[in-house]
């Protein structure tokens, strides 16, 4: 038994000693018992909190951990797909709270500054994350555009060869995953599912019995895209930073690259990346993977990346989030190379991304002015005609009075010097708000609400600026046809 004072000490002594935790339980008041993944090796950690006991790790242990765990933490794409903003701000917290143990609370500590950018992204994740349901009822689900169908001609041709071996399956046909009663799910791309008896060494399939519908849907949602939880630990473990000198704790931390993550994690198993959003300061990249044993076979995870590929953090996406990447994964069909090696949906994709990081190229400089002085910021004051450019002819007359009273009575102001800060650039097409996905990562939610005013094809920047002590958020730059104008919090000025 570990004696700890809180659970926050419970966390940083699992992580100090790589421990990935499967599952918590309390057994009863004051103790936790925490099943891990550790070495390959399944172990259980148990902890008596005594709050008037001692550490259970020293100030430079805490440390440690606080940097470790910041450093996957990252302030952009990940926090915005459902799910994942949970684990990032609770990651945040447990940094921040490791720091303050190592003494960040005090002014003079070299420590005070990380201690600022933890407590600001947690800020950052608590405004900027909408409050939406752990799960949704079966019925508030979409059925795929063309529902479930019959299952197509070889299904007849496995269910009369039975007994059939689960390696002989014809492509393109996936052992998706394994039911509470030991059946397996199959699943064809054309949005058809059946239920496959294996025999008892679960090599043989032995009958087969198609399933369609709400029946269907509900079969996926439930054991659709499922790793098994020691595969995901390892995936976790894998893809922690390292020090670059493992004998030297004090040495830099190195994020490990996508590739090694996926060899190292998955073993003999394969991954096919199938789609990647770019941001100028990050990027996200899901990936189809499927582990060598073929029992779970389909599973998704969406890496979040530095520019350079070095990997930010993972999460494995499951139920309500799989079936909706698996809508996105069939609609990317068209991506693979065709017979002339042409790859269009990923052409669009590539271009979409060079456009994007073409215009924060632009933007920065005009940031930077408006960074340097008020001549900066008056050249990016809304002028009579500006909002017709940026807004739809039933929004831009009212948009265009708000605004330029706003700018005649409260202009927006920029404090800062740019040598002192960091700028990180967002930028996302109108046309994009109106649904959740990557793209509008650092953008207020409240965008969302306003999107119907805005021109879908005008892209919208929004910017953080990040100092040694104190970070700033601001949005709402615009093209309006000649020129970048500044049209601050939309979703405040037209509501």
């Known amino acids: 038994m570990i004696e700890v004072r809180n659970l926050t000490e419970a966390a940083a002594y699992a992580w100090l000693s790589g421990h990935a935790v499967l599952e918590k339980r309390r057994p009863r008041p004051g103790v936790e018992v925490w099943a891990c993944a550790w070495r390959d090796q399944l172990r259980e950690l148990v902890f008596v909190e005594n709050p008037a006991g001692k550490p259970a790790l020293t100030a430079e242990q ?23 903003g949970k684990r990032v701000f609770e990651d945040a917290l447990l940094a921040s709270s490791c720091l303050i143990n190592a003494g960040a609370e005090t002014e003079t500590s070299p ?10 992204r947690r800020t950052a994740m608590a405004r900027a994350i909408p409050t939406l349901p752990e799960a949704l009822p079966i019925d508030l689900i979409p059925m795929p555009q063309h529902g479930f169908v019959a299952l197509p001609p070889e299904a007849r041709w496995i269910a009369s060869a039975a007994p059939l071996a689960v390696s002989d399956l014809p492509d393109p046909w996936q052992v998706v995953s394994r039911g509470a009663d030991g059946r397996f799910l199959l699943r064809h791309p054309d949005h058809a599912l059946a239920w496959a008896t294996l025999s008892a060494d679960s090599r043989q399939i032995v009958a087969l019995a198609p399933i369609s519908g709400r029946a269907a849907l509900t079969a996926l949602l439930t054991y659709g895209f499922r790793l098994e939880e020691v595969q995901k630990a390892r995936l976790r473990a894998v893809a922690r930073p390292r020090r670059s000198n493992p004998d030297d704790p004090s040495s830099p931390l190195v994020l490990p690259g996508i590739d090694a993550v996926l060899a190292a994690g998955l073993g003999e198993g394969r991954s096919r990346a199938i789609l990647e959003i770019r941001h100028p300061s990050h990027r996200m990249r899901l990936v189809e993977v499927e582990t060598r044993d073929p029992r779970y076979k389909a599973a998704l995870i969406a890496f979040f990346l530095e520019p350079d590929g070095a990997v930010l953090g993972l999460r494995t996406i499951e139920g309500v989030d799989g079936y909706e990447m698996m809508r996105l994964a069939d609609s990317l069909a068209p991506a693979l190379p065709g017979a002339d090696g042409s790859r269009p949906v990923v052409d669009q994709i590539d271009d979409a991304n060079a456009q994007i990081e073409r215009i924060a190229a632009a933007v920065q400089p005009v940031i930077a002015a408006m960074l340097a002085g008020p001549e900066g910021i008056e050249a990016v004051r809304p002028r009579p005609g500006d909002a017709a450019h940026v807004f739809l002819p039933a929004s831009a007359a009212d948009a265009e009075a708000r605004y330029l009273a706003l700018w005649q009575q409260d202009p927006p102001r920029i404090k800062g010097r740019a040598e002192a800060v960091t700028l990180i650039i967002r930028v996302c097409p109108a046309g994009f708000f109106g649904s959740d996905n990557p793209l509008t990562s650092g953008f207020p939610p409240g965008y969302a609400t306003v999107a119907r005013s805005f021109r879908p094809e005008v892209a919208w920047v929004c910017w953080d600026m990040k100092g040694p ?13 000649d020129r970048w104008v500044w049209f601050p919090s939309p979703h405040r000025v037209l509501r």
Do not use: C, K, M
Request: hydrophobic share 50%.
């Open 469 to 481: 002590d104190h970070s700033q958020s601001f949005d709402g730059l615009a093209w309006a046809g």
């Open 111 to 120: 420590l005070a500054p990380l201690l600022a950018s933890a407590n600001a």
């Open 62 to 84: 805490f440390e440690q951990v606080g940097r470790e765990v910041l450093a996957t933490v990252p302030d952009g794409a990940q926090a915005f797909i459902r799910g994942e």
